[in-house]
Structures are given as structure tokens and as C-alpha cells.
């Protein structure tokens, strides 16, 4: 047991979050050069000659540049076994971001230093807020010209609500980049470009009570240096790591991922400030991941076709504690029977690894043959608990679709059906018309282009989508409810979802409080459960 407890405290386990372009990808990129898991960074530029980034698999984000599905990484650096979630950064894939947060333990946060907190990256802390993760900000792109980094912080403060402590200081910005100054140690680390795509590149550091700082970057530059550190250390809050812990205070860090100056800093720095797995709430309590001494983990993430050769289904699940061996049987505690875990495999974005063994902290991915949803409880531990089920989104945009050849319905529902268990989509039926026509909810628009291209590429289905008007769902939280009595207003439609449970869609918002108080003791919810 003492081996396992050792195991799980090496692990460190957490998710990067951004708006897209801020330089997620390539940080992702520049932690597995420095893991020694990959030699070569790809651009992720999308260029017809480029190799494309490691963590971006699917076809569609190979043509267009952008991250669509969350992907998995693990390396190993400084004697640490770290997961990387890596998530999308576009809007229209929000959802997809908001489970992996659940299975992340602390979340960085990457800010492009041109241009500040944006849309997104709003959005995706106000989760990690939700679920008081401690939260790491490393503002990205110094070698361009950036905003005043004082403004940066003051950015971040307002716009998502956390106090921020930087660890270092960029000297400078874009051509007049000089390095970091590193608060504690008292040191300049000196910017130098390295090769792109290496991990290779001098970093010289001197004292900055060096007298030859002022040779080195400029008496200018040292001035001013000299003049916002004494400012900083007036005005910036205190390094506490009890607020770092609660998510209330987030660590930040300045560097540029492209050219790898100040990433392995704030690698090291990171895994010094994180913790081992943490504790999770489930209904007999919480439960330990070091004192737990059965194997438990929760589903997180469904995705198919990974592989087109083999056209499987792999359920991803965050190991909550306890030892995964390989072929283990768990109690599979939604479906009220025992399981095999077959083919666990651990990513390196498309590439599979087949394991032994794993351990809390770590994500495998295990073959499902299409009995696993997402939020799932698996566990060899005589109390039968659950962990915390996963909130599905309401989705925001809804189309109804049908296959142009009749011929091909069956791969048409097969293919839709697959798609919606992973959760990037969520289908509808009509309720009580004896029509078999499908409604598609969706986050994002976005949504609706990937469904198409994976349904043609993967199930070889042409869909006709036409969009429908209705931007409000709600779940009808009474189970005493009948659908067939409620008086609604014109513009409400009753639908169904796949495990039969009524929903209500709505044109406008006003609608939602008429049928309420049409309907007496009618509860409905903005959020289903997975």
C-alpha cells in the first residue's frame, strides 16, 4: 500500500484553458519537449507543409487549425508523472472543456501578454472558481509587443476576481525583450532565441546586484526594472499558498512558448505550488485518494473513432485512488454490475500507449463496447458510492436533421447516436408524434460543422441540418410531471431525450415563466445530469 500512496503523490494532474491563440498548444508542446516525450515541436499554424500539433488528432482541427476535442497527454519530469488535459479553446466547445476541468486538479491559465483576459478565458474561470481549483497564470508571447504588464495585472484582477502574485517579472517586451526577473531568487534570467521547435537554448542568470546587469540588458532597462519592482513589491499581493490552494489567489509567470524562454521555470515553479491528487466529493462522503485504499474513477470523457482503422469507442476516466492493473473487474456502479476494463491505454494525443498499471491522479482511456456514459462511477470498493455526476450544458442552438439517403439510416442513427454519447452534442426526439425525426442541441455552433464532417468521414452519411428557432431548453426537474397535461405557450415544443425524459424548448425566455405559472408546482432546470 505504501507503494501505491507514493505513486499517487507523484502524480499531478491539471488542465490548460485559454482563449484560442493565446499559445496553448505550443506550452502543451514545450512541457513533452522537456518530458523528453517528443523531439520536435509541430506548428500549429495548420500549414499544408507543417506537422501539426501533437495534441490536435482530429481530422477537422488538422484542416483548420483549431483544438475541437480535449486530449490527453502524461510525461514525467523532475521525478513527478503529470496528466495534461489539454482543452479546446473555442467557444462553441466549452462544454467539452468544463468536464475535463472536473477531472483536473488545478487548471494554468495561458494569456496572451498582446492582448489580456478575453472572452473565453471569462468564461472558463468562472468554472474553475465553481470548483475552487487553484488557478496558474502564465502570460504568454513576451517576444511580442505586449500591454504594460502592470494593465496585464490589473486585467486579470478585474476581469475574473482573483488576486494575482507574480513569480517573476518580464524585462521588457516584443524586440526589446531582455528576460524575467525572478522575484525570490533575486535573479535575471537572460532571454536567448532558441532553434524553434527545440528544447535546446541558453538561459544565462545573474544576480540582480551584479554590476554586470546594467551590460547585460541595458542601464535603460535596468532602470525601469529597478522602478517596477519597488512598485510590485508596494502594491502586489503576498505569495500565500493556503490562497494559491483554495483558488484564490493565482501565481503568474511570463515567458514566450514559441521560442521556450521562461517554460521550464514555470514548469518547475508549478510542481513545487501544486498538491497530489485531491479528495472528491461523492454520496457517501468525500473520499481520499491516498487513504482510499480501493480503486474508484469516474468517467469523463467518451470519444469514437480515435483510430479509423479500428472504429472503437475509448471512455476516459480520471483514477480517483487505488491501483488500476490491467483486465481488472470494478463494479460498474450506474449500470449495477461488474465490468472488465479492457485495453487500458494511456495518449499521447493519437498515439496509444497500452499500460500495466496506473494510479490516482492518472486518466486512462479503456475500450468501451458502448455501456459507459459520461459521469459514470467504476470501483472495486464494497460501498457501492458514486462520485458526483457531471452537468450537461443546455444547449443554446437546435437544428433538425435527417440523412439524404434513406438507405443509410441505419449508420445515419448509429453514427449520431455515437457522437452524442461523447457529449459534443445532445439528440432529441420528438414527443408522442410517432415521428422519428432527430433534434440536435448544440453549445456552439460549431458544433453543427463537426457533426456533419464526422458523420460523412466516419459513417460515410450526408445529413440535411435546418435550423429551428428555439434558443431555451428546460429539464423537467418533477417526476411526477405529465408532459401530455402541461399548458404551454406557442411557441413551446415537447421533446424527449435518449433515456426517454421530457424536455421543453422555448423561442423566448419569457415563455419559460408563463408555463411556469401556467402550471402550478412545474419545476424546471437550466442543467440535466449526466
Known amino acids: ?51 501539426h500539433a501533437v495534441s490536435d488528432w482530429m481530422e477537422i482541427e488538422k484542416e483548420r487549425g483549431i483544438s475541437v476535442t480535449s486530449s490527453v497527454l502524461q510525461f514525467r519530469y523532475g521525478g513527478y508523472c503529470i496528466n495534461i488535459l489539454d482543452t479546446p479553446g473555442h467557444q462553441d466547445f466549452s462544454e467539452d472543456t468544463y468536464r475535463t476541468l472536473m477531472a483536473a486538479d488545478s487548471a494554468v491559465m495561458v494569456i496572451d501578454g498582446s492582448k489580456g483576459v478575453e472572452a473565453q478565458t471569462r468564461k472558463l474561470f468562472k468554472v474553475c472558481a465553481m470548483r475552487h481549483i487553484p488557478v496558474f497564470t502564465f502570460i504568454n508571447k513576451m517576444d511580442r509587443d505586449a500591454k504594460d504588464t502592470f494593465d496585464l495585472l ?31 531568487k533575486r535573479e535575471v534570467e537572460l532571454f ?6 527545440t528544447s535546446a537554448g541558453e538561459v544565462q542568470t545573474v544576480s540582480i546586484d551584479d554590476g554586470e546587469v546594467d551590460a547585460l540588458i541595458g542601464e535603460e532597462a535596468r532602470a525601469l526594472l529597478t522602478e ?11 505569495f500565500d499558498q493556503d490562497l494559491v490552494d483554495k483558488g484564490e489567489l493565482s501565481p503568474v509567470f511570463f515567458g514566450s512558448a514559441l521560442t521556450n524562454f ?35 474513477a469516474f468517467v469523463f470523457k467518451i470519444q469514437a473513432n480515435m483510430n479509423k482503422a479500428h472504429r472503437d469507442r475509448i471512455a476516459f476516466m480520471r483514477i480517483c485512488s487505488g491501483e488500476f492493473d490491467a483486465g481488472m ?6 449500470g449495477g454490475k461488474d465490468v472488465r476494463l479492457s485495453q487500458p491505454q494511456q495518449m499521447m494525443a493519437s498515439e496509444r500507449k497500452m499500460i500495466d498499471k496506473a494510479y490516482g491522479g492518472d486518466i486512462i482511456g479503456v475500450f468501451d463496447p458502448g455501456i459507459f456514459s459520461i459521469g459514470d462511477t467504476l470501483t472495486t470498493s464494497k ?27 441505419k449508420q445515419f442513427v448509429k453514427g449520431i447516436n455515437q457522437i452524442a454519447q461523447e457529449g459534443a452534442i445532445q439528440i432529441f426526439q420528438e414527443y408522442n408524434t410517432g415521428m422519428e425525426e432527430i433534434i440536435v442541441g448544440v453549445v456552439g455552433v460549431l458544433q ?23 434558443e431555451h431548453i428546460r429539464w423537467i426537474e418533477n417526476k411526477e410531471a405529465d408532459l401530455d397535461h402541461i399548458s404551454g405557450t406557442s411557441d413551446m415544443k415537447k421533446i424527449k431525450d435518449l433515456k426517454g425524459r421530457p424536455l421543453l424548448l422555448f423561442i423566448h425566455e419569457w415563455s419559460i415563466r408563463m408555463t411556469q405559472e401556467r402550471n402550478d408546482g412545474l419545476v424546471l432546470s437550466e442543467f440535466g445530469r449526466s
Open 1 to 51: 500500500m505504501s507503494d501505491i500512496k507514493t505513486e499517487i503523490r507523484k502524480r499531478r494532474t491539471f488542465a490548460i484553458i485559454s482563449h484560442p491563440d493565446a499559445g496553448k498548444t505550443t506550452l502543451t508542446e514545450k512541457f513533452l519537449l522537456y518530458g523528453g516525450v517528443i523531439n520536435t515541436a509541430g506548428s500549429v499554424k495548420g500549414k499544408a507543409t507543417a506537422k
Open 154 to 184: 490589473d486585467d486579470i484582477e478585474k476581469e475574473l476576481g482573483i488576486p494575482t502574485c507574480p513569480v517573476n517579472w518580464p524585462i521588457g517586451s516584443g524586440k526589446e525583450f531582455k528576460g524575467v526577473y525572478d522575484r525570490e
Open 192 to 197: 536567448s532565441d532558441t532553434r524553434k521547435g
Open 228 to 238: 517596477e519592482i519597488e512598485l510590485l513589491d508596494g502594491a502586489s499581493a503576498e
Open 262 to 296: 521562461g517554460v521550464e521555470t514555470f514548469l518547475q515553479h508549478f510542481l513545487a505550488m501544486t498538491t497530489s491528487p485531491l479528495p472528491r466529493m461523492s454520496d457517501h462522503g468525500e473520499i481520499d485518494p491516498v487513504e482510499e485504499k480501493d480503486f474508484s
Open 329 to 334: 473487474t470494478v463494479y460498474h456502479v450506474q
Open 383 to 409: 460501498e457501492k458510492f458514486a462520485y458526483e455526476g457531471i452537468p450537461t450544458f443546455a444547449p443554446e442552438h437546435f437544428a433538425r436533421v435527417r440523412q439524404v439517403d434513406t438507405m443509410k439510416r
Open 448 to 470: 453543427f460543422d463537426v457533426l456533419e464532417y464526422r458523420l460523412k468521414n466516419e459513417y460515410n452519411v450526408d445529413i440535411i441540418l435546418e435550423n429551428l428557432p428555439y
